[in-house]
């Protein structure tokens, strides 16, 4: 797929995030979410990976499951959004802003301190549960 312009990938980070529902939003204070357009070559290495496209979104934070009173005055915790390595793995506008949601989601379960083995599972329940709709 060709570039999209970085305003547009941007809005459409946006939506995701207006999409969530209210009581997930609302859970979000001190998280930015931001957008680049690859992963650093640090995040690459930290956590193991060979090819920056392998990275869509990444979490980076204490997951709320694991701050306790002692959890306050601490930089916000950050979610990056990835914008070429989605590109890459989409072939329509459709497709990206669909991929964004997912990531989004994901990478906010990480936060809300789900770890990446249950989201699998959650996220493949999910793909068999919308494939029995459309077969």
């Known amino acids: 797929m060709e570039n999209m ?3 547009k990938f941007e809005a459409l980070v946006f939506r995701a995030v207006e999409a969530l529902p209210p009581e997930f939003r609302s859970n979000l204070e ?32 204490v997951p709320q499951t694991k701050r306790d009173s002692g959890y306050n005055l601490v930089l916000p915790d950050k979610i990056t959004i990835f914008q070429k390595p989605i590109e890459l793995k989409c ?12 990531v989004l989601r994901h990478e906010i379960a990480h936060h ?22 459309s077969d």
Not at 36 to 60: A, F
């Open 30 to 61: 001190n998280v930015d979410i931001i957008i680049e357009d690859w992963p650093s070559p640090n995040q690459i290495s930290r956590l193991g990976l060979r090819y920056k496209t392998q990275l869509l979104g990444l979490y980076e934070g």
């Open 5 to 7: 312009e970085s305003q």
């Open 91 to 102: 072939r329509s506008d459709k497709e990206i802003e669909g991929e964004i949601g997912r």
């Open 112 to 133: 809300f301190g789900i770890g990446d083995a249950a989201l699998y599972k959650i996220e493949n329940q999910q793909l068999r549960k919308n494939k029995d709709y």
